[in-house]
Structures are given as structure tokens and as C-alpha cells.
T-cell receptor
């Protein structure tokens, strides 16, 4: 099946810093989503982005489908950005399920 | 914004007991899913459900697990005889293929087997 790798596994930032999280995937995808898992365990959908670039406030994401990677940018980080960021993809061939990466644990210090 | 609703948010059960986790997917969605996340690990696919039947299941989804859509709105996951290793966060999700919204996840049920 499709493989999803996220980097870095852990990231510690000072409040106000910027960061880039990366997601590599091994095959063509129908769907790619970025999620933020908050301290209560909830999965918050950040972006649906199988290709192209989207922005939402301090967050933006870019997926280059032909090169099989996606980037999540966090600018001017805040302590509330802390948590785990997951990339998840839907395989174009064996679709109709999302396959998650292992996540990036982000800690923003004040 | 439409939501996927899961109940209960927390459940503690004795080993060997049956549990039923409940979900109300978004009303116009066609595919329904259950995922599991053991503490500190990645989110894992369990099962997908379409047109009133299982469309795909993972190797985790063995005979102890079953899913049902008993009426037009609810979608349930039953674990027949819980084991300690079933302790996890269980997420329900729903989707409409081909739309620009992707999968919508519920807030999860944290199951603790003691």
C-alpha cells in the first residue's frame, strides 16, 4: 500500500517563529489532508489539498502531486499551535480510505 | 459547518465486555469509516462502509469487530469481547468522494479497557 512519511518527527519552536512540516508519499493520490490533533485528541481538519496551494490565516499548505510531497507552513507560531500534525492521503488506485503518516509533534514555547 | 458526532466521548469497560461506539455521520455523506489511534501512535484505518455493507477492512478488523448502520443516521462499531489492547481513541469519519471537502472526522471516543 501507499507509504506516507512525515518530517521532522519532533519540532520545538519559540513563539513567533516560522516552521515547515513535510509529507512525502509513495504513490499518486486522490486526496491529501493535513490535520492538527489538539491536546484533547481531536483531529482538526486544516486543509484538503491534493494539489496546489491554500492559505488559511497563519497556515498555508502546498502539494506538488507530480513530485509526491506536501508542505505545511506555520508562520508566527503560537502556543496554541502545539500538538501533533498529521498528513493523510487517499491512494488513487486503492482509494476510499485515508492513510496517515506518523505525525510531527510540535511544541511552541512562550 | 456540518459535523460528525460521536458518543460517548469516554468509555471505561471491563475486559471481556462488549462495547458499542456510536457515530452520526454528516447526512449527505456516502462513505463511513472507523479509525483507531493507540496512545502515542499513528491513526490506523479499521473499516469503510458504503451502500450498507463493508467496502474494505484492515487486518486489525477481525471477528471481534462489527459495524452497522441500524437506521438512516447512526453508524456503530461493536467490539464483542474487549481486550486490554483495544484501549485506544476510536474515530468515526464520513466523506463524499469527488468533493473538495475530503474526510470529516468526529471528536473520537476514548475507550479504556481495564
Amino acid at each position: 500500500g501507499i507509504q506516507v512519511e512525515q518530517s521532522p518527527p519532533d519540532l520545538i519552536l519559540q513563539e513567533g517563529a516560522n516552521s515547515t512540516l513535510r509529507c512525502n508519499f509513495s504513490d499518486s493520490v486522490n486526496n491529501l489532508q493535513w490535520f492538527h490533533q489538539n491536546p484533547w485528541g481531536q483531529l482538526i481538519n486544516l486543509f484538503y489539498i491534493p494539489s496546489g496551494t491554500k492559505q488559511n490565516g497563519r497556515l498555508s499548505a502546498t502539494t506538488v502531486a507530480t513530485e509526491r510531497y506536501s508542505l505545511l507552513y506555520i508562520s508566527s507560531s503560537q502556543t496554541t499551535d502545539s500538538g501533533v500534525y498529521f498528513c493523510a492521503v487517499e491512494d488513487m488506485e486503492y482509494g476510499n480510505k485515508l492513510v496517515f503518516g506518523a505525525g510531527t509533534i510540535l511544541r511552541v514555547k512562550s | 459547518e456540518p459535523e460528525v458526532t460521536q458518543t460517548p466521548s469516554h468509555q471505561v469497560t471491563q475486559m471481556g465486555q462488549e462495547v458499542i461506539l456510536r457515530c452520526v455521520p454528516i447526512s449527505n455523506h456516502l462513505y463511513f469509516y472507523w479509525y483507531r489511534q493507540i496512545l502515542g501512535q499513528k491513526v490506523e484505518f479499521l473499516v469503510s462502509f458504503y451502500n450498507n455493507e463493508i467496502s474494505e477492512k484492515s487486518e486489525i478488523f477481525d471477528d471481534q469487530f462489527s459495524v452497522e448502520r441500524p437506521d438512516g443516521s447512526n453508524f456503530t462499531l461493536k467490539i464483542r469481547s474487549t481486550k486490554l489492547e483495544d484501549s485506544a481513541m476510536y474515530f468515526c469519519a464520513s466523506s463524499v468522494p469527488g468533493t473538495a471537502y475530503g474526510y470529516t472526522f468526529g471528536s473520537g471516543t476514548r475507550l479504556t479497557v481495564v
